[in-house]
């Protein structure tokens, strides 16, 4: 049987019943891929996957959230859907939103959206609106605006994306046959660490798992309110995705993290960048910088130099992991989304005449 999107896989798990007109782009079913010289870095017997949900319909995890969100707003009579977004959530409500022919609003960080992101709620017919102010003042528009006029949101503080999200936790348990130790996941709103920790208790308990993993979340450095533990006026960092000063699922990523006996850290720009390249040179996945995040943290806490003062890491080397431990990454957007991020990185490609001797002479052969 070929693949119908989350809501066809996981229907008894989601809040849609036989009136509820589905609208998917046949999202999910991602690949949980291996990925073996991260494994490597990490310990001699760890495991680590890669959840890659940039091959998702518009190129992120929010296309899970979306296809509930828009197809509970449909049920529900709604004739336009708004959202504030880093970027991602704009891209898959406008693209879920032409597919049900809603109206679409987007309230995007001017300046500060990946350019792919831009294109996709353009494309879709989006009415795109670039606020000056950054994503949590954008936020706090669209709520208000919602307040007031029939428009309905569909940011992850509606609970039918949270609910959409939690099947990348079930296809995680269905792939492995159990929960990993661990599963480390990029934090900006707070949206998907809350998710995953739902998807991976309701899973254990129907049964389908035995164990649930420690949720480790990874914020930027400029943007880490959870981990300071207070709000960030002015988020700063390379991953804009991420760039959130005052997540709106604070709260319940606080829970997750507390009941799992979870952690949250930091990782820098820098970090970040470096793990982004590592990962397409060493994996050939190529992600967008917020979703290297949680490559970037299990790089700073595991393997043979971990950072000092990460507590995860002190924990990783007093042994108290399991022998052989399962660890899953997720990665939460394509790398296409922002292809600008190639001038950060320095690279670009040599320029030669169009003659056999020159390419030879810049591939090194001549
Ligand atoms: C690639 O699109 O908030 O912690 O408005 O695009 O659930 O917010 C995006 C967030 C990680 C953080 N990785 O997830 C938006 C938006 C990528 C993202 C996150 C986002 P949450």
Same mark, same amino acid.
């Given at each position: 049987?070929?693949? #119908?999107?989350?809501?066809?896989?996981? #229907?008894?798990?989601?809040?849609?019943?036989?009136?509820?007109? $589905?609208?998917?782009?046949?999202?999910?079913?991602?690949?949980?891929l291996?990925a073996?010289r991260l494994?490597k870095r990490?310990?001699?017997?760890?495991?680590v996957?890669l959840?890659c949900?940039g091959?998702?319909?518009?190129?992120?995890?929010?296309?899970?959230?979306?296809?509930?969100?828009?197809?509970?707003?449909?049920? &529900?009579?709604?004739?336009? @859907? !708004?959202?504030?977004?880093?970027?991602?959530?704009?891209?898959?409500?406008? +693209?879920?939103?032409?597919?049900?022919?809603?109206?679409? =609003?987007?309230?995007?960080?001017?300046?500060?959206?990946a350019?792919?992101?831009?294109?996709?709620?353009?494309?879709?017919?989006?009415?795109? $609106?670039?606020?000056?102010?950054? =994503?949590?003042? +954008?936020?706090?528009?669209?709520?208000? !605006?919602?307040?007031?006029?029939?428009?309905? @949101?569909?940011?992850?503080?509606?609970?039918? #994306?949270?609910?959409?999200?939690?099947?990348?936790?079930? *296809? !995680?348990?269905?792939?492995?046959?159990?929960?990993?130790?661990?599963?480390?996941?990029p934090?900006?709103?707070?949206?998907?660490?809350? +998710?995953?920790?739902?998807?991976?208790? /309701?899973?254990?308990?129907?049964?389908?798992? &035995? &164990?649930?993993?420690?949720?480790?979340?990874f914020?930027a450095?400029?943007?880490?309110?959870?981990?300071?533990? *207070?709000?960030?006026?002015?988020?700063?960092t390379v991953a804009t995705a991420?760039?959130?000063?005052?997540?709106?699922?604070?709260?319940?990523?606080?829970?997750?993290?507390?009941?799992?006996?979870?952690?949250?850290?930091?990782v820098t720009d820098e970090e970040i960048l470096e793990a982004q390249l590592w990962l397409a040179v060493n994996e050939g996945v190529f992600v967008e910088p917020a979703s290297a995040a949680s490559v970037a943290g299990l790089l700073k806490?595991?393997g043979?130099r971990?950072?000092? /003062?990460?507590?995860?890491?002190? /924990?990783?080397?007093?042994?108290? !992991?399991?022998?052989?431990?399962?660890? @899953?990454c997720?990665v939460t957007g394509h790398g296409l989304k922002d292809p600008d991020i190639v001038a950060r990185h320095a690279m670009n490609a040599?320029?030669? &005449?169009?003659?056999?001797?020159?390419?030879?002479?810049?591939?090194?052969?001549?």
């Open positions: 049987m070929s693949w #119908r999107g989350v809501i066809a896989a996981y #229907r008894a798990f989601l809040p849609v019943g036989a009136k509820t007109p $589905i609208v998917t782009l046949h999202e999910g079913n991602t690949p949980l291996f073996p494994s990490v310990a001699p017997d760890a495991k996957y959840k949900e091959l998702n319909p518009t190129g992120s995890f929010k296309d899970r959230g979306m296809t509930v969100a828009i197809s509970k707003a449909v049920e &529900r009579g709604a004739k336009a @859907v !708004i959202c504030a977004s880093t970027g991602n959530t704009s891209a898959s409500a406008a +693209a879920y939103a032409a597919r049900a022919g809603l109206a679409c =609003f987007v309230l995007l960080p001017k300046g500060k959206i350019s792919g992101k831009l294109a996709q709620a353009l494309m879709s017919g989006a009415q795109t $609106i670039a606020v000056k102010g950054n =994503f949590d003042v +954008a936020l706090d528009l669209v709520r208000r !605006i919602a307040e007031e006029h029939p428009v309905a @949101v569909v940011n992850s503080v509606n609970p039918d #994306r949270i609910e959409g999200q939690k099947t990348a936790a079930f *296809e !995680i348990v269905d792939a492995l046959g159990e929960a990993p130790h661990y599963h480390f996941i934090v900006g709103n707070a949206g998907n660490i809350t +998710a995953y920790w739902k998807g991976y208790r /309701e899973y254990r308990q129907a049964g389908k798992c &035995r &164990r649930l993993p420690r949720m480790i979340g914020q450095a400029g943007a880490a309110p959870i981990f300071h533990d *207070e709000p960030v006026a002015r988020p700063e991420i760039r959130i000063g005052n997540p709106a699922s604070w709260q319940a990523a606080k829970v997750a993290l507390t009941q799992s006996n979870g952690l949250v850290d930091v806490c595991a043979r971990p950072h000092p /003062e990460c507590p995860l890491a002190a /924990e990783l080397h007093a042994s108290l !992991i399991p022998a052989a431990p399962t660890i @899953v997720t040599v320029t030669v &005449r169009a003659t056999k001797e020159s390419v030879l002479k810049a591939m090194g052969l001549a």
